[in-house]
């Protein structure tokens, strides 16, 4: 009888319009460039840009700049000014969302030389 019960409970709960619909992150990766830019003018200033081209709509942009400062966005760009020179690793965490209301991220990453 638990085996009735457990496979009937299987069943219903795998039935149902709460299926959820995974959005393909890795291959909605392939869609992103990340790059970057010094300012010719100030060294410690990089300007960065993203580039999308999947099919999926972007909720958010947050740029995780590696030297501890992280900002949040709207747009496909972000500047940001050193303090000090070294050796960051940026993020940029695409959010996205598929017409059916599923989201996942996708972060991809630079290494940054600031002198």
């Known amino acids: 009888m ?12 795998a039935c149902g319009k709460s299926e959820r619909q995974d959005v393909d992150c890795p291959g909605e ?9 010094t300012d010719p003018a100030n060294s ?13 709509s972007i909720t958010s942009i947050t740029f995780d700049y590696g030297d501890g400062k ?19 690793i940026v993020k940029a965490t695409l959010t996205l969302q598929n ?3 599923v989201i996942c991220a996708i972060t991809p990453a630079k290494r940054v030389t600031i002198f």
Do not use: C, M, W
């Not at 019960?5 to 069943?11: C, T």
């Not at 992280?70 to 960051?88: F, I, K, N, R």
């Open 2 to 13: 638990k085996q009735v019960s457990l496979l009937l409970f299987l069943l219903l709960s």
């Open 29 to 37: 990766s392939n869609a992103v460039k990340f790059d970057y830019v």
């Open 44 to 56: 410690r200033k990089v300007d960065y840009t993203i580039s999308y081209t999947g099919d999926i």
């Open 70 to 88: 992280t900002e949040s966005l709207s747009v496909l760009t972000g500047s940001h000014t050193y303090a000090q020179p070294g050796v960051y």
């Open 99 to 101: 017409s059916t209301g």
